[in-house]
């Protein structure tokens, strides 16, 4: 083929099957002899359990099995913490191994929220185990809950578990604290803000659901399940929670319905529906309902922020310091104390060079869901904590904030930059994109904009977001001395068949970005075949090379040069092949069109098919090379890689309502070479969306016992197709040099700076009634009650 | 006991008729998935809100997680699988592949149904329009732009796409 087909916006093959409803998810699927578990879940956010009495719901029609922590103990060990905030003391619940604990699969003695998984139930069907789930009578003593990190924290608050003293998982920093707080002391123009960055709830459409079989012969578990890291769950399963061989552990992913970060952790239905197979010796399956999800599925956000930061009189920001109180719920998700601390304390100074700044992190336990990744997670509020500071600061200083923004960015010429938080910033122009982003959204005429949407009744806003987000987790290396307990890297495999197609299997598993698509094409490119004859396989532990998961947009930027690198070591078997057969040195053979040839030599050319079969045979090949094309390559990359942009929100507010309507969104994103433009499109545009819906509707809402106010859809607003307008796009595309695709995260990077960039909006349109900053979600009663305060407060001070 | 009632009916699925016998609280969903099992028709919430267990109902855009099974009683039911062309894709799900219009899938198919009814019974839907006519699908990956750019490249109409 003579087209390029890296970077060419194919049509995902995917779609098709899935446009027919044809692709299995998890709860499709119905091995013979399935029974179905449900749990019974904590109705107290924190409460001792004095008994639990299972003898009606035992008699009650189809009911099999019904287990309760009890009946766990010496069967399933607690689930592991695998991300322990680096370089600090910190402490967890208990793990037999002596690792950090995150609780055991059903609550042991005591309940720590609602939702909390308190027995399970299995039955013949689905109904008759929840009928039964219901029948279980628990008797509780309730206990006094905490909510928020500043209750949990306070003297003589009540205490989550007996291994963490004052509820504090750890107090983690990073940065200079002296000479912050010097900058600070000496500084023109100290502007400070105080801030909730809210807790919110991913929301995939799938629920998550899990199907355990167990084959007695053999002595082999299967799972089926969501998830988005098969591998790293059956290294986790096995080794740390069942206590089996990791060969005895078979883990499948099927189609995933979204994960947005949700998906990569351990929960308790993974290990039980494995444990109940085996016990009775049927495929057991659950299925989350909606109510579950919203109140078991890990949690996003949820920092409450006190911060300064401090410049000169011409806009130059010389320090930055946030203290910021993380609320990790319950119990410590699998990686959810790195996402509060580190993920977010790294990441606070933005695309700003700025000389001093220093961040602390309280990690703590609160008697509320557990907090994990939500897309972007720890960066977004980051972002959003670093570009409300440059606005109210450039507020302060009485300048236009895309100025100030100007003033303090790194400069290319800077590139690798050191953020002095921990992050080595890799490549790019953030300028460029800023500028880009002004002039799309015809930023120099903005006030006659202002004036005209006055005169319909509305109170326009423009907001800038700026942004840079750590991604592509890996280095191994250097995720350990972040305390991560796990490897970094990625993993492909390729076969040549003898009749010339490809396979390739890949390590990651998507939860919806066309992988099958798109890895393909990078093999199509360098072996110069049609991109159909590449099948892709992945997502099963027993078929595809190990891998790490897909999180942190690790997929493309880390697995896709994995598939590069085993492409080429292909390509260079290939070759050398060639050359010995055509009698010329290898240099001198191509790959194109479907053929391996020298270049105007037209007696020395074979197709790629005729290679793969002589390889196949291995009649004449090279002394010394093996037969036969089975290439498995790992890439762990040099360092994290860095997309960045700039993106512009647009808004009207009703000046009687307050209702807040994003009339524009303009955004423009590096992430690198783009593979395929229509996939990495879609990416950034469901992110940006997911980043709007927190801004302006998205809030989980805990009452004072616990009880999650939002734990279904009809109470947890997400956006729908009128709340947004079509989006303005526009792209660079900066390699990173630290993989040889120049790849950057694409899946996340987008909802980043979103956030920021509307409520940005809504504060330059509420200027004039004085607000200063409004919490998210911008609703309208939010945003009404922000304008009539300010009204209020100005007209008693006349 | 309540829970040993039964209760028989007969409807239309894909212009198959069907006979079955179901407990009263049987959701029409549940039918469709656990007992015909035709698993393109999802489940996403138990309220209604989201969509993806969308089916047409006597041709009209249902939720099906929202309806008894028993209230189905002598209407034609058509989900995704009978919607779906013998073999490759309708224009409307051709349009939406154009423009990428799915990414985990999972709502697919109750769009794919809403849209169907949206477009019965207006040819040519505004970009508002199309946007109000999905109120009713949440969609978590696609921020609606690809599939909205679909709907109107379809009836003829120039979309949103604002070119890279």
């Known amino acids: ?132 789930a219901r029948a279980i009578r628990v008797d509780y003593e309730v206990l006094p809950a905490v909510i928020t990190p500043e209750q949990a924290l306070a003297d003589g608050a009540p205490q989550l578990h007996d291994a963490v003293p004052g509820n504090l998982n750890a107090r983690w920093t990073c940065g200079d604290a002296d000479g912050t707080e010097a900058a600070l002391a000496e500084a023109e123009v100290v502007v400070k803000l105080d801030l909730h960055n809210r807790r919110t709830i991913n929301s995939p459409l799938e629920p998550r659901a899990a199907v355990g079989d167990y084959d007695p012969l053999t002595g082999e578990y299967t799972l089926y399940a969501t998830t988005q890291s098969p591998h790293n769950h059956r290294f986790l399963l096995s080794a740390l929670v069942l ?35 085996k016990e009775l010796g049927r495929p057991v399956k659950w299925q989350d309902s909606r109510e579950g999800l919203m109140c078991s599925t890990v949690q996003g956000r949820d920092h409450r922020q006190y911060a300064s930061i401090a410049g000169t009189r011409d806009g130059k920001i010389t320090a930055l310091k946030c203290t910021s109180y993380a609320n990790l719920g319950a119990y410590p998700s699998t990686i959810g104390p790195g996402v509060a601390t580190a993920l977010m304390g790294r990441s606070i100074t933005g695309t700003y060079d700025i000389e001093h700044a220093f961040c602390e992190v309280f990690a703590t336990f609160t008697n509320t869901v557990p907090l994990g990744a939500q897309r972007g997670s720890g960066r977004a509020e980051a972002t959003f904590l670093i570009e409300r500071l440059v606005d109210r600061f450039a507020a302060t200083i009485g300048m236009d904030p895309a100025e100030v923004r100007r003033r303090n960015m790194v400069r290319p010429e800077q590139q690798p930059f050191d953020n002095r938080m921990g992050w080595l910033y890799d490549s790019g122009d953030y300028g460029a994109a800023l500028e880009r982003a002004l002039e799309m959204a015809g930023y120099a005429d903005r006030e006659a904009a202002k004036r005209a949407a006055r005169a319909r009744g509305k109170l326009l806003g423009v907001g800038i977001s700026t942004f840079v987000a750590v991604c592509g987790v890996g280095p191994s290396p250097r995720i350990a001395k972040e305390g991560m307990l796990g490897g970094s890297w990625e993993s492909a495999n390729i076969r040549v068949h003898p009749t010339g197609e490809v396979t390739l299997t890949i390590g990651v598993t998507g ?24 099948q892709v396989l992945h997502s099963d532990t027993t078929k595809a090379p190990y891998g790490q998961g ?46 391996v040839l020298v270049e105007g030599d037209p007696e020395k050319t074979k197709t790629f098919q005729d290679m793969a079969m002589a390889l196949w045979y291995g009649w004449d090949l090279p002394p010394g090379m093996e037969p036969a094309i089975d290439v498995t390559t790992t890439f762990d ?66 009452d004072q016992t616990g009880a999650l106010l939002t734990a279904n859809l009809d109470r947890y607003a997400i956006p729908r197709a009128a709340d947004v307008p079509f989006f303005e796009l526009d792209r660079m595309e900066t390699p990173t040099p630290h993989n040889p695709l120049g790849a950057k995260g694409a899946g996340e990077a987008a909802t980043v700076p979103t956030a920021a960039a509307v409520t940005n909006a809504v504060c330059d349109a509420l200027a004039e009634f004085g607000v200063q900053h409004i919490d998210m979600p911008l609703t309208a009663e939010t945003v009404w009650r922000a304008m009539n305060a300010a009204t209020t407060s100005r007209s008693e001070a006349q | 006991m309540l829970w040993e009632v039964r ?53 009209r855009a249902v939720k099906s997680c929202s309806m008894l099974a028993v209230q189905a009683e002598g209407t034609r039911v058509t989900t995704i699988e009978g919607a779906n062309a013998e073999t490759g894709l309708t224009d409307l799900q051709e349009a939406l592949w154009a423009e990428h219009g799915v990414q985990c899938g999972y709502c697919t198919p109750g769009m794919v149904l809403a849209l169907q009814d949206l477009l019965a019974t207006n040819k040519a839907p505004t970009e508002q329009e199309i946007r109000c006519g999905l109120a009713g699908n949440l969609c978590r990956c696609t921020g609606y732009q690809s599939v909205v750019r679909a709907t109107l490249a379809l009836t003829g109409q120039n979309g949103g796409r604002n070119d890279v």
Not at chain 1, 250 to 266: D, M, Q
């Open chain 2, 7 to 59: 209760m028989r009916i007969s409807l239309s699925v894909n212009n198959r008729s069907v006979e079955s016998t179901v407990e009263p609280r049987t959701l029409l969903v549940d039918l469709i998935r656990d007992d015909l099992k035709l698993t393109g028709t999802k489940v996403g919430c138990d309220t209604g809100q989201c969509g993806t267990c969308t089916v047409l109902l006597d041709g």
């Open chain 1, 550 to 595: 897909t999180y942190g947009s690790r997929s493309y930027s880390v697995g896709g040069p994995a598939v590069q690198i085993a492409a080429r070591q292909v390509t260079d078997k290939m070759r050398l092949a060639a050359a010995h057969m055509f009698g010329v040195d290898d240099s001198a053979v191509v790959f194109r069109d479907g053929s």
């Open chain 1, 243 to 277: 206590g089996i061989p990791f060969n005895k552990l078979r883990v499948v992913a099927p189609e995933i319905g979204g994960s947005f970060g949700t998906k990569g952790y351990l929960y308790p239905d993974m290990p039980l529906v494995l444990f109940l197979a």
């Open chain 1, 637 to 702: 990359p040099a360092d994290f890689n860095y997309p960045y942009g700039a993106h512009i929100a647009v808004v009207e507010v009703d000046e009687v309502t307050g209702d807040v309507e994003l009339v524009r969104y303009i955004a423009v994103n590096d992430v690198g070479p783009v593979g395929n433009p229509l996939v990495v499109d879609g990416q950034i545009e469901g992110s940006i969306v997911h980043g709007v819906g927190q801004a302006l509707m998205e809030v989980a809402q805990y």
């Open chain 1, 511 to 534: 939860t919806g970005q066309s992988h099958e698509t798109t890895f393909a094409q990078i093999v199509a490119q360098e072996f110069g075949v049609a991109v159909d004859s590449v």
């Open chain 1, 1 to 132: 083929m003579s087209e390029r087909v890296f970077g060419a916006g194919l049509k995902p093959r995917e779609d098709p099957a899935l446009l027919r409803g044809e692709r299995q998810y998890t709860a499709d699927i119905a091995l013979p002899g399935t029974v179905h578990m449900e749990f019974l879940r904590s109705e107290h956010g924190h409460a001792t359990i004095r008994g639990i009495d299972v003898t009606e719901a035992q008699a009650m029609p189809g009911v099999l099995r019904i287990v309760t922590g009890a009946d766990l103990e010496g069967h399933l060990m607690p689930l592991p913490c695998i991300w322990v905030p680096g370089g600090v003391e910190s402490h967890f619940p208990p793990h037999p191994y002596g690792l950090p604990g995150a609780g055991t699969a059903l609550a042991t003695g005591r309940v720590r929220f609602i939702g909390e998984p308190v027995a399970a139930v299995v039955a013949e069907t689905r109904a008759q185990a929840a009928d039964a």
